[in-house]
């Protein structure tokens, strides 16, 4: 299957790539049918997937490499679903194209709902993030000139990270035994700063 692979990649998309394709499908129509499948629906997943990203990884991998995805997946799935229309549905046309049809326009669909999906947990991590940089910043923190895992709070006291919960960062104070800081979240978002504080 791997040099059918091999060979029909580089033969192009013509009539020959059909042939190829479809004699191999005829072997393994299991394989290249779930094969197919996850290439279509990643394909349509990822071509939602380009917010926030630079320009060439837009053009590059959520365009073309995604619309390859989509092209090969759904030659892969469309071989598979021929050959076992075939042998449940011999010469009956009708039956063939409807399975390939209903084959391809349902996992185009769930790769669409779930790109669709991801596309707006995305979005919205990113406006978290962005507003979460947004409240250090206004805050008065900056980062340390020295440690990448360290940033200086709006006081001058050097912070590290110690420990996250769904709710707070808690900082130790670097230098400084003893003491305290945390940062409120809600729902992933940065609320407020405690300051330095004594640890309980």
Not at 74 to 100: D, R, Y
Request: with cysteine; glycine share 10%.
């Amino acid at each position: 299957m791997f040099e059918t692979l091999a060979y029909t990649a580089t033969a192009g998309f013509g009539a020959s790539f059909g042939r190829d394709l479809y004699k191999a499908a005829k072997k393994n129509p299991i394989v290249f049918g779930i094969i197919g499948a996850l290439m279509l629906a990643f394909g349509w997943r990822n071509l939602f997937l380009g917010y926030g990203r630079s320009v060439a990884y837009f053009i590059f991998v959520t365009i073309i490499g995604s619309l390859l995805m989509i092209l090969i997946g759904g030659a892969l799935l469309g071989a598979a679903a021929v050959v076992c229309a075939s042998i449940f549905a011999e010469h009956n046309t009708t039956a063939l194209a409807l399975t390939v049809v209903g084959a391809l326009s349902s996992v185009s669909f769930l790769g669409i709902m779930w790109g669709r999906r991801d596309r707006r947990v995305r979005i919205r991590r990113l406006r978290v993030e962005a507003n979460n940089i947004k409240f250090l910043r206004d805050s008065g923190f900056s980062e340390s000139q020295f440690e990448s895992d360290q940033m200086v709070d709006p006081s001058g006291h050097t912070l590290k990270l110690v420990e996250q919960t769904d709710n707070r960062l808690v900082f130790s104070v670097v230098g400084r035994r003893g003491l305290r800081a945390a940062i409120a979240m809600q729902d992933g978002e940065m609320i407020s700063y405690s300051g330095v504080q004594k640890a309980a």
